[in-house]
């Protein structure tokens, strides 16, 4: 579950709702992407290279953490 919040909000209440996470880890860029169960995109995240088979691991994880710095908390 995901609870949406707005920087410099806060609600009420707290919707609470599933989000799905894909990653797409390629040699030169990867990819995060964020959505509901009704395909609502919740994120977009975008960094280096994080290729398990050619990027090094400690750039691997730096580029994943940058990649989704800045999706909404769980």
Do not use: H, W
């Not at 990819?31 to 280096?48: H, I, K, N, W």
Request: some cysteine; glycine content about 10%; charged content about 15%.
């Amino acid at each position: 579950y995901l609870y949406l919040r707005k920087p410099g909000y806060i609600p009420a209440t707290v919707s609470k709702m599933n989000v799905y996470l894909g990653l797409d880890c390629g040699g030169s860029s990867s990819r995060a992407l964020a959505v509901t169960d009704q395909g609502e995109t919740v994120f977009q995240g975008t960094s280096g290279a994080a290729n398990v088979s050619s990027t090094p691991d400690a750039r691997l994880r730096r580029n994943l953490a940058s990649a989704l710095k800045s999706a909404p908390c769980p």
